[in-house]
């Protein structure tokens, strides 16, 4: 399965869409910063499952309809930030599909778009909405493959948030190369993909457009042992 997830820096990438899925052919298509008022229904191959409603800069998803069946969908108000709370940017700041892969044998796969809070949050923030998100996506579909992307605003510190990850299942995957390069400051990795009963081949970092963040190609094939249904997840 391939799911590529961009960050559109205010919907202003969405018109790379089309090439995205005609260079890449994408199964999913998660993305973040998106107009949700302005959403083609069809982009390319892609259909689009669902966004986010909360906010005007929110969440979306497009799937492949020859590969995927969306049987449930929903979108997530996690804990907010200061920041949050101020300027009103995001209420929903995870959207989470329970997919039928029409390509196996019919089994279910949960894929979901995160978008967590910016910098000026603390981690311990970020990691209290990570630990929400598998939740809730725990409850979408206890016990099924999982795969989580999106733009985690976590660029110092991975390596103890792999380790939180790691601890109650789940294995935290970075790109290839940088994600976000816009600010001298601030540069590094800040889209990842979270998983569960999945094997990621490789996260690619795609070439840059017309957003801060680089678009990533998550290439995830399905482990032999779904996650366990009574997991409890503490980061």
């Known amino acids: 399965m391939l799911v590529i997830s961009y960050n559109l820096r205010k919907h202003r990438a969405i018109s790379e869409l089309a090439a995205l899925d005609e260079r890449y052919r994408p199964d999913v298509i998660c993305l973040q910063e998106c107009d949700t008022s ?8 892609l259909r689009l499952a669902h966004s986010t409603s909360g906010n005007r800069l929110g969440l979306a998803m497009y799937y492949d309809p020859e590969r995927l069946e969306p049987r449930a969908l ?3 108000a996690l804990k907010k930030s200061l920041h949050d709370r101020v ?11 329970r997919l039928v892969d029409l390509a196996h ?24 909405q990570i630990r929400s998100a598998l939740g809730e996506l725990q409850f979408l579909g ?8 999106g733009d985690y605003n976590y660029p110092v ?16 995957t970075l790109s290839d190369s940088r994600t976000y390069t816009r ?38 094939e399905y482990a032999g042992l779904p996650l366990a249904d009574d997991i409890d997840v503490v980061i």
Do not use: C, W
Request: proline share 6%; glycine share 6%; no cysteine.
């Open 157 to 172: 510190f991975k390596e103890n948030l792999a380790d939180k990850v790691q601890q109650v299942g789940y294995e935290l």
């Open 74 to 76: 929903r979108a997530f």
């Open 183 to 220: 600010y001298k400051f601030f540069r590094g990795h800040y889209d990842f993909a979270t998983s569960a009963g999945l094997e990621i081949r490789r996260v690619q970092t795609l070439p840059r457009g017309s957003s801060d963040h680089l678009p990533i190609l998550v290439d995830a």
């Open 105 to 128: 044998a019919r089994r279910e796969v949960i894929v979901a778009s995160f978008h967590a809070a910016p910098l000026t949050a603390l981690n311990s923030l970020r990691r209290h």
């Open 38 to 45: 302005a959403l083609a229904e069809q982009v390319g191959r």
């Open 87 to 97: 300027l009103r940017p995001a209420h929903e700041r995870l959207l989470g599909a």
């Open 142 to 149: 206890p016990g099924l493959p999982t795969l989580m992307v």
